[in-house]
């Protein structure tokens, strides 16, 4: 009896004890740079094509500006220079990591301020640069925050801190998508005309001033936190062997290894999210085309819609554990695919909330458990002594082409209607199902 009670008692022991740790100082610092992490990639993508349909911008010109977000698919250009580049004046005063951050951050801040500042009806290119800038600051920062978060506790704590930081970057994903429409819809002045609707772009200039100041956090939390101690390298003799070192050395590692299967990987790494990539950047016109409100969109689409893709990444986690990566990654596509001709129904549906709720919840849950399974598949690829760089090219590709699909996609419901377009995204998923397939066959070999 003694025996089981001293047992008992260790367990319950180790139980608080791995509890603590989301009490602990990195990982309440880590839940903070999630959300500053989360928070810029719906501003210039999702919830900006939303402003800019509502202030009559065409769905061809939404589709070409979602080319902003090629900036990341290109993060792993630069990768290898935040990682190791200091950066005079700042670097000697917060450290690496602290100053790529800091500095990311402060491009980010300024970039939706300059966001705010513009009108869409005036001209669009100021407002695209102001984009860019701040798609290319928050690539950088999710380069430095990466290297902050591996080097900021030991492995046993890697976990912990990678829950904080994706609960971190939901939140904010929750807050650029659904509290910028609440903001930008509690800041309107009431038409002159009952029922009239028309773009007020004093709202939206509020709703993005307050996502800038909304990266205040973040970047007081950099401020305050130490600098991670870090693994030293070997100084390079001279730039050829610094070159050698951070450019070629991880993609060439990653060729050794995998030999003339890496061109298979690539390519599966390449289009598997092109059906939900694609058919996103019509998402947010289709609604606002479809007649429903900010508050609609807001909390079916980024609340609801954001608590279904985690359910989604829980059920995928769990179901990977007990039946394999490969298994659940064949699953996600399969998914991700077909919710996609939930939306084709939708269309033909008119302004129903009902239809959206359910679409929305089968679409967003496919979309976590596809996640889940393919990020444990880059994961499982990466060599840990590159897994920063080998990871930013892996995150980048899969983003690569389905961008640039993506920008035609207005084109194509232009031309033949958001019906056919569902459709023809759902259909892009085909290619995916053979090729994790073949994966799977080789894997196993």
């Not at 070192?245 to 390519?267: G, H």
């Not at 996600?332 to 695919?337: E, P, R, T």
């Not at 019906?419 to 085909?430: E, I, Q, S, V």
């Amino acid at each position: 009896m003694s025996l089981n009670a001293a047992e008992s008692s260790q367990i319950k022991t180790s139980w608080l004890a791995s509890l603590r740790v989301y009490l602990e100082a990195p990982t309440l610092r880590m839940l903070v740079l999630g959300f500053s992490a989360g928070l810029p990639l719906l501003l210039v993508l999702g919830t900006l094509s939303f402003r800019l349909r509502e202030a009559g911008v065409d769905r061809s010109t939404i589709g070409y500006l979602s080319w902003v977000g090629l900036a990341y698919a290109f993060k792993w250009v630069w990768a290898p220079l935040v990682d190791r580049l200091p950066l005079p004046g700042l670097t000697h005063w917060l450290g690496l990591r602290r100053s790529w951050l800091l500095l990311a951050q402060a491009v980010i801040m300024a970039g939706l301020v300059g966001m705010a500042l513009q009108d869409p009806r005036l001209g669009l290119e100021p407002l695209v640069w102001c984009a860019l800038l701040v798609a290319v600051g928050s690539a950088t920062q999710d380069i430095a925050l990466d290297a902050f978060r591996i080097e900021s506790a030991g492995p046993e704590r890697q976990a912990a801190l990678a829950a904080a930081y994706q609960t971190g970057y939901r939140l904010a994903m929750i807050w650029a998508g659904a509290g910028v429409l609440w903001i930008a819809a509690r800041a309107e002045v009431a038409p002159a005309v009952a029922g009239a609707s028309i773009y007020q772009n004093a709202a939206w200039q509020a709703a993005y001033l307050a996502m800038a100041a909304s990266m205040l956090p973040g970047m007081l939390t950099v401020l305050l936190s130490p600098e991670p101690a870090r693994r030293e390298l070997p100084p390079a003799k001279n730039l050829g062997e610094w070159l050698q070192s951070a450019l070629v050395e991880p993609f060439a590692d990653f060729i050794r290894r995998y030999k003339w299967q890496a061109a298979l990987i690539l390519a599966l790494i390449a289009v598997y999210r092109i059906s939900d990539v694609v058919m996103g950047i019509m998402a947010n016109p289709f609604y606002v085309d479809m007649g429903y409100t900010k508050d609609e969109v807001a909390a079916v689409t980024k609340i609801y819609g954001v608590i279904m893709t985690l359910a989604g990444a829980f059920i995928g986690g769990a179901l990977a554990m007990r039946l394999g990566v490969m298994r659940v990654l064949m699953l996600g596509a399969i998914l991700s695919a077909a919710s996609n001709l939930l939306f084709a129904w939708l269309g033909s549906r008119g302004h129903d909330v009902t239809a959206l709720i359910a679409v929305i919840s089968a679409d967003n849950l496919a979309s976590g458990i596809a996640s889940s399974a393919f990020i444990a598949y880059l994961s499982s690829l990466t060599n840990v002594s590159y897994s920063a760089t080998q990871y930013a090219l892996f995150s980048s590709m899969m983003l690569l082409l389905p961008k640039f699909v993506a920008g035609f996609s207005g084109d194509y419901v232009d031309a033949f209607g958001y019906t056919h377009f569902f459709t023809a995204t759902a259909l892009l998923g085909l290619p995916v199902l053979l090729l994790v397939w073949l994966a799977s066959r080789m894997k196993s070999a």
